[in-house]
């Protein structure tokens, strides 16, 4: 599909393929014709030379005088793909396609020339990914998530058309610095750090997940990331033979137990460092794996004795050790995980592994066309991972909400539990017994009432560690409760849970929604007929007249534009409400409630607001005491007399309201975090150093994001150290986030936290 251009900010983690590795100055060394046949020739020598010739030298002709932003010939862009597709030892008819995966949407050559010239699998897989380009909605958000439906559909069919647009986006992403648009860029390097990297990853293809994140790292936030190599490099300096004195020591001890082994260490990734510093709220200096060992021996015994063998002469740590070859992950990677005090007293992560599991390791799903060991799986719904984004795509309401339940699923670790019967099941880190129920069948999570880990009945919101053995209590009567969203975390769960909710609340949506068409109509001297109701149905596209209705008492569809089509005559009334604006949320200034919570002074109004759900004219406030913000889990509080107020799920106050008698319910946010311009506070404390104009560095790291403090008080002090509180002003939780890690990345910040009440 056309696409943006793409550059690396930074050098790849993971290599560049020399095929398509960019010259000094930026430009890049084209495939000539003979160099990719050959190149695919030399892993595959039963390759298909004619089909290649042919590809190669049709899509040359077909993109004529095109030409990409950065000045080069648009036809260097499909032979790069097609160079990386052959850098992963891919299969004749993945390369031609790569070759022409652009020619049907850019040159409009048609789809059944393709199939003429090239035969139906090259034009099936061409079709598949030309379809991710046909649509161009205007809302970014919205064409993300469709094009990413589009995409998953089109894989589900064959996993190759993932596999081209994976490298499609690569060599986007490797020249990425010619787009001229910031905005563009940014979009850009983000949907491939949130979609594409992880996806990667979800076949196996380490390498390329790698230089994905790297890319996509230096674009979004290239201060982190140069401060991090620059302390890599400073380590280098400090300790300039460090990994090869551990590799030597670890090889000699081997060999001295008689195995015969290859030892190599890696710097890990500045994006895992950067990750991790945000995980656990610790500066770089306090990180003491940097650095992993990776062991390659022969046999999966000589693997297990490998581990023997430094188990008994080095220091394990607890609870680091992970089996990931009698329980391979659902990628397919296979290999033994320790964390030891190793040589020189060092703190070391050490994969052992065969050959075979680390080129699969690095090329996942290829490897499999490597190897020609058996024929390779190309229908995508053979992969579990694949039908469970399909189940999520069939129960999610709109694309933006399958893809936030998607990315869930996409971006965690994962921990393996037992079914009663002994089948593994691979979950999410901090997955729950209700995600389990779901994984097994959705009907069963919507029928769950209980859980037993290893025989012991345990609350729904137990986090399950590796090697726990799950059964799930279900009742026929039951149905999914609104407090399981706060805690599950994989999609497919949430999406559940969110469809049976909606079905739940479809018959009080639908007499509010008839309320408030009738109440609307009496002040306009009015009546409404049952037909009437039923065009107005068919002229909004609903299936019937109860879905308009439940999508007005919802807060979906405004009443106003019902009558519209009833009486034409309504419309410019209706355009004027429309261009009222309204508070996003409580403007400042606050009050303390006896129960200790802090509210605005002028409470908003629900018509047309943030918080989706609420009756229309019902007045609320987002809670000071938490500061929630758009993206958080919400919950309302009704008490006599009070407007409706808005809290944090884990708000100390709204857990001493509910003690106290007080009924919450679960509400949800309109839209995405960017649809509007709208900000909200979200209190952070920072820890710095007792430096000169470290408040003046902070405050500029501050501002750099595009986020204004609203407010600033100090804490504790001490001879080093300065405690800050600031209220700051983000779009959401995303921006958050964003600030929280840039803080992180600083040096004069040693401990940065959101603060909820």
């Excluded at 149905?479 to 049976?500: C, Q």
């Excluded at 929280?740 to 909820?756: D, F, G, H, I, Q």
Aim: glycine share 6%.
């Amino acid at each position: 599909m056309a696409a943006p251009e793409a550059a690396s900010s930074g050098r790849s983690q993971a290599g560049t393929p020399a095929s398509a590795a960019p010259r000094a100055g930026g430009r890049e060394q084209i495939l000539r014709q003979y160099e990719l046949v050959e190149l695919v020739k030399s892993y595959d020598p039963g390759a298909d030379e004619d089909l290649l010739n042919r590809a190669y030298v049709f899509a040359m002709r077909a993109h004529g005088p095109q030409r990409r932003a950065s000045g080069d010939p648009y036809f260097h862009h499909p032979v790069q793909v097609a160079g990386i597709l052959a850098q992963y030892r891919l299969d004749s008819a993945t390369i031609a396609t790569g070759l022409l995966h652009d020619v049907v949407e850019d040159t409009g050559v048609a789809l059944s020339e393709i199939e003429r010239l090239f035969g139906p699998t090259v034009a099936r897989l061409v079709d598949g990914v030309t379809k991710l380009g046909k649509i161009r909605p205007h809302a970014v958000k919205s064409s993300q998530a469709e094009n990413f439906r589009k995409l998953l559909l089109a894989m589900s069919d064959d996993i190759r058309v993932l596999l081209v647009k994976l490298a499609d986006r690569l060599h986007n992403m490797r020249t990425l610095h010619f787009v001229r648009d910031p905005d563009k860029r940014s979009r850009i390097a983000r949907e491939t750090l949130e979609i594409y990297a992880p996806l990667a990853e979800r076949i196996g293809m380490n390498r390329m997940k790698v230089e994905l994140e790297d890319l996509a790292f230096a674009e979004l936030w290239p201060d982190a990331r140069a401060s991090i190599l620059r302390r890599l490099e400073q380590l280098r300096r400090d300790d300039t033979d460090l990994v090869g004195r551990i590799c030597r020591e670890l090889q000699k001890v081997l060999a001295e137990a008689g195995i015969e082994a290859e030892v190599s260490g890696r710097e890990k990734t500045p994006l895992s460092i950067w990750r991790k510093m945000q995980r656990k709220h610790v500066n770089f200096e306090q990180l003491s794996d940097i650095v992993a060992f990776r062991v390659i021996v022969r046999t999966v015994g000589e693997c297990y004795a490998a581990l023997g063998v430094i188990h008994a002469r080095y220091t394990t740590l607890p609870g680091r050790f992970k089996d990931f070859i009698s329980i391979p992950k659902p990628n397919g990677y296979r290999s033994l995980h320790t964390t030891i005090l190793g040589p020189e007293g060092r703190k070391i992560e050490i994969q052992i592994r065969t050959h075979e599991m680390h080129e699969v390791a690095e090329l996942g799903v290829a490897a499999h066309w490597a190897y020609k060991q058996e024929q390779p799986v190309t229908d995508g719904r053979r992969y579990r991972w694949v039908r469970e984004l399909l189940e999520i795509l069939e129960h999610a309401e709109t694309p933006d909400e399958f893809l936030e339940n998607t990315k869930l699923d996409l971006h965690q670790d994962q921990v393996f539990v037992f079914t009663p019967k002994g089948d593994v099941i691979a979950l999410p880190r901090g997955a729950t017994p209700v995600d389990f129920a779901y994984a097994i069948h959705s009907e069963v999570g919507d029928h769950c009432v209980g859980a037993k880990i290893d025989g012991r009945i345990v609350p729904l919101h137990t986090r399950l560690a590796n090697g726990d053995q799950v059964e799930i209590i279900t009742s026929r009567n039951a149905s999914p409760s609104p407090e399981w969203e706060r805690f599950v975390v994989t999609g497919k769960a949430r999406t559940r849970i969110r469809r049976a909710l909606r079905s739940k609340q479809r018959a009080s949506f639908v007499a509010r929604g008839r309320e408030l068409l009738n109440k609307l109509a009496k002040s306009e001297q009015l009546s409404l007929t049952e037909r009437q109701l039923e065009e107005a149905a068919r002229s909004f596209r609903y299936a019937d007249t109860e879905a308009m209705l439940a999508a007005v008492g919802e807060g979906r569809l405004h009443p106003r534009l019902v009558l519209e089509t009833v009486r034409p005559e309504l419309r410019e009334r209706t355009r004027k409400e429309a261009r009222r604006k309204v508070v996003p949320f409580p403007v400042k200034g606050r009050k303390k409630t006896t129960s200790g919570e802090e509210e605005g002074s002028r409470p908003a109004s629900s018509e047309d607001g943030p918080i989706l759900g609420l009756p229309r004219g019902l007045a609320f406030n987002l809670a000071r005491c938490c500061h929630p913000i758009r993206g958080d889990d919400i919950y309302g509080v009704i008490r006599s007399g009070r407007p409706l107020t808005i809290h944090h799920a884990d708000c100390s106050v709204l857990a001493r309201l509910r003690e106290s008698g007080a009924h919450a319910l679960a509400f949800f946010w309109r839209g995405t975090e960017g649809d509007d311009d709208s900000r909200y506070v979200a209190r952070i404390r920072v820890m710095v150093l007792n430096r000169p104009n470290v408040l003046g560095q902070v405050a500029t790291t501050i501002g750099r994001l595009d986020i204004n403090i609203t407010d600033l008080r100090t804490g504790g002090k001490s001879r080093n150290i300065y405690e800050l509180f600031m209220d700051v002003e983000v779009r959401g939780v995303l921006h958050l986030q964003q600030l929280l890690a840039a803080l992180r990345a600083s040096p004069e910040t040693t401990y940065v936290e959101r603060v909820v009440a």
